[in-house]
């Protein structure tokens, strides 16, 4: 069997999974890999991973993408067409009959907005650790029902309007570009998506590489905020540096500042996009508007500075300040 590239040396067989209309398919097994560090940070090697919206134009792209990177996708969901395969991949028609088939954790969404946080609150209500949510454009509305409706569920949310979650050269959970992620010691939290893959750019080419980026999203509610993901790099002892990129609008930046200032065992870089925006008018995201003092990039980078963070002015200098950060 071609396995891709990362994983060629540990294919270690099959599992086979059985189809409703009676077929069944084979998909690949991978033995761990016991030279690596041991990644616990949302997505590695052994996720087992759904596509909700399997069958559509970028659940197909994306699902292929993310198979050529290695990510153990073991089947995907569109209503309608269970029992059949793409992709080499089962389908089934909803995500509790793919978590019992499969044993899938971990489900990435790729479904319209209107239909996005019935998709999100499906997965969760099947068990499934972990939901990244790609789709841009789900109603506000939508999402404070989504919200309540997590509180008290074991489910974590990543997004929506997200580029996803890579742990480099094991998992690749979302949309970004899987080349530009080596394998590495920093960990990068961001609500940007091109920032993401630019810091992670930077962050290779200075000799340091990438444990686990994991993009937010720019809405105005999220599932796992800046804090909240920051925390996960600073209790993952394969991350030595945490790269940090927010923007104007909201307070998550300075609540993540001041938890890194009580808890900080690591350098943390800080970008903040947005430092020429009129306040008052939205840039990019829907999230992203200036509607008080502190709103401002320079009351972010004033209050990240204050709290331990190195703030640069320019992502251009996102890589050598990390670089001399681990230095010190």
């Not at 499906?122 to 790609?134: F, H, K, N, P, T």
């Amino acid at each position: 069997m071609n396995v891709p590239g990362v994983y060629r040396k540990r294919y270690i067989g099959v599992q086979t999974i059985k189809l409703s209309n009676a077929q069944t398919i084979k998909l690949p097994n991978f033995a761990p890999n016991l030279k690596k560090r041991s990644m616990s940070v949302l997505v590695n090697k052994n996720s087992k991973v759904i596509v909700q919206g399997f069958t559509g134009t970028e659940g197909t792209f994306h699902a292929g993408q993310m198979i050529d990177y290695g990510t153990n996708v073991v089947g995907g969901v569109t209503p309608g067409k269970g029992g059949s395969a793409h992709l080499d991949r089962p389908v089934f028609n909803t995500v509790a009959d793919a978590v019992k088939s499969t044993g899938a954790d971990v489900s990435i969404i790729f479904v319209p907005p209107a239909f996005a946080a019935d998709a999100i609150m499906e997965a969760a209500d099947a068990g499934v650790g972990l939901v990244v949510c790609i789709t841009e454009g789900i109603p506000v509305q939508d999402m404070v029902k989504v919200k309540n409706y997590l509180q008290g569920k074991s489910t974590r949310l990543i997004g929506p309007n997200c580029p996803g979650v890579i742990t480099a050269g094991e998992a690749k959970v979302g949309i970004m570009p899987g080349f530009i992620f080596k394998p590495g010691n920093i960990g990068i939290v961001s609500k940007s998506g091109t920032l993401t893959y630019e810091a992670a750019d930077q962050a290779v080419k200075a000799g340091l590489g990438i444990t686990t980026a994991i993009g937010i999203g720019g809405d105005p509610i999220i599932g796992t905020t800046t804090r909240e993901a920051v925390e996960l790099l600073m209790n993952d002892t394969a991350t030595e540096g945490i790269i940090m990129i927010g923007e104007i609008g909201g307070g998550m930046e300075a609540e993540a500042a001041r938890w890194i200032k009580e808890n900080n065992k690591k350098p943390v870089v800080g970008f903040i996009a947005g430092q020429t925006a009129p306040a008052g008018r939205r840039m990019g995201h829907a999230g992203a508007i200036i509607g008080g003092a502190d709103d401002t990039a320079a009351a972010k980078m004033r209050i990240l500075s204050e709290c331990g963070v190195h703030v640069v002015a320019s992502p251009a200098d996102i890589g050598k300040t990390m670089a001399e950060a681990l230095k010190k």
